[in-house]
């Protein structure tokens, strides 16, 4: 079965908790069926790819370097106290890390 091309399914959407909405990177707050011409399409389905993403994974998560363990740190934007990023779902703000590879 062939998907069609919409913010539902595209990489560059983040579905929203409180209604059906897709936070899109490009255009803000779209309606799921809505599709623009940035799409990418995703090989994952969008609740499998969204339900993973942990504060950790986001670049607003500041880890807490002289913490012996390198998951516990502080939101930038919302928090005060530490906090350990892989208990936590990435919130409505969540916007991944660019990952550097060094070889």
Not at 8 to 15: D, I, M, S, W
Request: one cysteine or more; hydrophobic letters at 25%.
């Amino acid at each position: 079965m062939k998907r069609t091309k919409c913010c539902n399914n595209c990489e560059r959407g983040t579905p929203m908790h409180l209604t059906r909405d897709i936070l899109c990177k490009y255009h803000g707050v779209v309606t799921p069926d809505y599709c623009c011409f940035k799409y990418k399409g995703s090989a994952d389905t969008a609740a499998d790819r969204h339900n993973s993403y942990k504060c950790i994974h986001c670049e607003y998560f500041l880890v807490e370097l002289d913490s012996p363990d390198q998951d516990f740190g502080k939101c930038k934007l919302f928090s005060a106290r530490e906090y350990d990023g892989n208990k936590r779902n990435a919130c409505s703000k969540f916007s991944r890390k660019m990952l550097i590879e060094v070889s």
